[in-house]
C-alpha cells in the first residue's frame, strides 16, 4: 500500500512538474507576443506618421500651387479690369452723366 501511495505521490508530483513547466513556458510565450506586439504597433505608427508626413508635404504643396495660380488669375483679373477701365473710361463718364441728367 505504501508503495501505491508512493507511487501516487511520485506521479502527483511529476503532473505538478509539468503543470509549473506548462505555466512558465505560458508565460514566456505571453511576454514574447507582448513584446512582438508593441514592436509591431511601433513600427506602424512609425510607418503612419511617415505616411501622413508625406502625404502632408504633397497636399501642402497643391494647396501652394493652387494658391499661386489663383493669386496669378487674380492679378490678371485686376489688370484687365484695370485695362478696360484705361480703355473706356471716358464712355463710361459720359454714360453715367447722361444718366443723371435725365432723371
Known sequence: MNTLIQ???EVESA???V???ANMRK????QEMA?????FDRELDARVEQQLGELRSRMEARMEARLASQQ???RAACRKME???????????RTL???LIKE
Open 97 to 99: 452723366f447722361h444718366c
Open 19 to 21: 503543470m509549473d513547466d
Open 83 to 93: 485695362q478696360n477701365y484705361e480703355d473706356h473710361h471716358s464712355e463710361y463718364v
Open 72 to 74: 496669378e488669375e487674380a
Open 27 to 30: 508565460k514566456a510565450f505571453a
Open 7 to 9: 507511487q501516487i505521490s
Open 15 to 17: 503532473a505538478s512538474a
Open 35 to 39: 513584446e512582438k506586439t508593441a514592436a
